[in-house]
Nanobody, 122 residues
Framework: QVQLVESGGGLVQAGDSLKLSCTVSGDTFTSNAMGWFRQAPGKARVFVGDINWSRGLTRYSDSVKGRFTIYRDSATNTVYLQMNNLKPEDTAVYYC???????????????WGQGTQVTVSS
């Protein structure tokens, strides 16, 4: 069993930066990739980006590419989502997830964090 604990959300202004973290514990050897998703009020949960745990390869959605960066700390089993130049449309609950696959999708994710609110004011 895998547990994910997120932290780092908050209220910021447009153009500000924020960093989220997600620490994995438990059966971490079953997780090959970690990813971030977000869900705005009344909308579906969507992919933000992910990182392959062993190779460090990253993918990003077009909406955050160039502004968000995902990186990992293998020593602490923690993945970070550095968010720069935040926009009001980035407002959402952000979730981290892990997958036994090489990438994380809504279908391959098998464990989720509790979610953390990010609010960006204009």
């Amino acid at each position: 069993q895998v547990q994910l604990v997120e932290s780092g959300g908050g209220l910021v202004q447009a153009g500000d930066s924020l960093k989220l973290s997600c620490t994995v514990s438990g059966d971490t050897f079953t997780s090959n990739a970690m990813g971030w998703f977000r869900q705005a009020p009344g909308k579906a949960r969507v992919f933000v980006g992910d990182i392959n745990w062993s190779r460090g390869l990253t993918r990003y959605s077009d909406s955050v590419k160039g502004r968000f960066t995902i990186y990992r700390d293998s020593a602490t089993n923690t993945v970070y989502l550095q968010m720069n130049n935040l926009k009001p449309e980035d407002t959402a609950v952000y979730y981290c997830a892990v997958s036994p696959s090489l990438i994380v999708t809504l279908n391959t994710a098998n464990a989720w964090g509790q979610g953390t609110q990010v609010t960006v004011s204009s």
